[in-house]
C-alpha cells in the first residue's frame, strides 16, 4: 500500500523533531552531525530527514534562522523601550544583549561558519529564502530603532547589521574549540581568557553611546 501522506501538523511536527536532535548533538559535540546521526538521534529513518531537509547544511541553517528569528522578537521590545538619551539607551542595551548571547552558544557558533561553510552547500534558492528573511527581520527592527533613535535616520538596520557583526567578531576572538581551551591556560594567552558577556557589554555599551550621542 502507498505511504500515507503527512498533513501539515505531522510534517511540522517531524520538522521540529529533527531540528531539536541537530541542536542537542550540535551542542554537545561543538560539530555538525551527519544526517545518519540526527536521524538516528530523533529516532526517524535517515531517508525521512530528506524529506524535510535536502542537506544537512539545510538543517542547520533553518536552526540559525530559528535563532534569529527569537533574537529579533526578543530585540523589538528592547528597542520600544529604549530611553531617548544616549547614556541611558547604551545602559539599556548592551547588558540586556550581551546576557542574551552569552547563553547562545548556538546562535553564535553556527552564524560564525553560515557563510564559509553552510551557505556553500545550499541551494541559490535556499540560501536567497534565507539571506531575505534576514534582511526583512533586520529592516523591522531598524525601523523600531529610528522611531527612537531619530539621529540613525535612514540607518537603523545597517546600524543593527553593524551591532551583529561587533557580537560575532568578539565571540569569535574569544572561543576556543573544545580542544584547545587547555592552550589559554598559557601565561601569555590571558588576553584570550576574558569573559565573553562582560567584554561584550563594554563593547556594545561603547559602541551605542557613540552612535546616540550628539555631536
Not at 502507498?2 to 542537542?24: F, V
Not at 544583549?97 to 547563553?103: D, G, K, N, P
Not at 530603532?145 to 574569544?174: D, H, N, S, V
Request: glycine share 6%; charged share 20%.
Amino acid at each position: 500500500m502507498p505511504r500515507k501522506a503527512l498533513t501539515d501538523d505531522q510534517r511540522h511536527a517531524r520538522r521540529a523533531t529533527l531540528l531539536a536532535a541537530a541542536q542537542t548533538l550540535y551542542r554537545h559535540s561543538g560539530q555538525l552531525p551527519t544526517v545518519a546521526q540526527i536521524a538516528e538521534a530523533a529516532g526517524v529513518a535517515k531517508g525521512s530527514v530528506y524529506l524535510s531537509f535536502r542537506t544537512k547544511e539545510a538543517i542547520f541553517i533553518a536552526l540559525l534562522e530559528d535563532s534569529f528569528d527569537r533574537l529579533l522578537a526578543g530585540l523589538l521590545p528592547l528597542l520600544r523601550a529604549m530611553p531617548a538619551e544616549a547614556e541611558a539607551a547604551a545602559s539599556h542595551i548592551a547588558p540586556a544583549l550581551s546576557a542574551y548571547l552569552a547563553e547562545q552558544r548556538e546562535l553564535l557558533s553556527l552564524a560564525g561558519m553560515a557563510n564559509a561553510v553552510l551557505e556553500q552547500n545550499l541551494p541559490l534558492a535556499e540560501m536567497l529564502a534565507f539571506k531575505r528573511r534576514l534582511a526583512l527581520g533586520l529592516a523591522q527592527a531598524g525601523a523600531v530603532l529610528e522611531m527612537r533613535t531619530p539621529r540613525l535616520a535612514g540607518r537603523g538596520a545597517a546600524f543593527l547589521l553593524q551591532t551583529w557583526g561587533l557580537c560575532i567578531g568578539l565571540w569569535q576572538a574569544l572561543d576556543a574549540h573544545p580542544g584547545l581551551v587547555a592552550l589559554r591556560d598559557e601565561p601569555d594567552l590571558a588576553i584570550l581568557r576574558l569573559d565573553f558577556r562582560a567584554e561584550l557589554c563594554h563593547a556594545l555599551d561603547a559602541m551605542w553611546f557613540g552612535a546616540l550621542a550628539p555631536r
